[in-house]
Structure formats: structure tokens, C-alpha cells
């Protein structure tokens, strides 16, 4: 049984403010993200980054879901992803591809960072689409 994996749902005054537009880029019918089932370690992170998304007005800036939990190794290595155990997840995939300069905004990466995530866009390989919280595939940043 897994017990780590769990469902996080997305706070109603988050889901419900006009800004609120984040698409699960999976769903054929590409309705709006409302749970996302990732390691349950990860909710208060999830937490803290959509209220700060939210007080700095940049709810709007949230897109595109990619997913959080994958059973996979780190693209090009053969080492596991944070995705593995459901500790990562991909946002904005748009322009925000490996290897490439992220096209997010800092200010909308930085409120992820402040909530404890760590960014794709800093490693040397950039990964901007990329936050994790598991320090284990987290390579040095630049």
C-alpha cells in the first residue's frame, strides 16, 4: 500500500479567485486543476506557494500543470526523480523546457523558492518547469 501518495486539493479561495486558470494539460477536456496527488509532504509547500502566488497578484501567471507523480529516472541520468516518490511537480511547460532559459517570471518562481521549493531554473542544466523539495536531485545551481 502507499502511504505517502495523497491527494492535495486546491483551497477554495484559490480555485475560486478570477485569476485562478491552471489547466491539467493531460485532461483531454482541459478543465482547471482541483487536486493534485503527490507526497503528502508536499501540501504544505503546495500551501504556502499558491498564497503567495495569490498576495503577489500572480495567480494568473499559473498555466499549465505537468504532473507530480511519475516513477522515473532524472531525464539523461539514471538516477530517481523527485518525481519517483511524488516530492517534485511541473508547472508552465510552455518555454520552460530542459536545458533551455527559463521564460517564467523570478518573481513567480521566487514564490515557490520562498515556500521552501527548490527551482529547476538555477541548476546548470536548467530545468525551469521543475520544483522539488526533495534535496536528493537537486544539483548545484549556479
Excluded: Q
Amino acid at each position: 500500500k502507499n502511504e505517502f501518495l495523497k491527494a492535495y486539493v486546491i483551497p477554495d479561495d484559490i480555485k475560486n479567485d478570477t485569476d485562478y486558470s491552471w489547466i491539467n494539460t493531460y485532461d483531454p477536456k482541459k478543465r482547471k486543476v482541483s487536486r493534485i496527488w503527490c507526497n503528502k509532504d508536499m501540501h504544505s509547500y503546495l500551501d504556502k506557494s499558491l498564497k503567495n502566488l495569490k498576495k503577489n497578484k500572480l495567480l494568473s501567471e499559473l498555466k499549465e500543470f505537468g504532473g507530480a507523480h511519475a516513477i522515473r529516472a532524472t531525464r539523461g541520468t539514471t538516477n530517481w526523480s523527485a518525481h519517483s516518490w511524488a516530492l517534485a511537480i511541473d508547472i508552465n511547460m510552455t518555454g520552460n523546457g530542459l536545458g533551455k532559459k527559463p521564460a517564467m517570471s523570478e518573481a513567480f518562481a521566487k514564490c515557490f523558492t520562498d515556500a521552501g521549493f527548490g527551482w529547476g531554473g538555477k541548476y546548470s542544466r536548467k530545468d525551469g518547469m521543475h520544483f522539488t523539495i526533495a534535496g536528493f536531485d537537486m544539483p548545484k545551481s549556479k
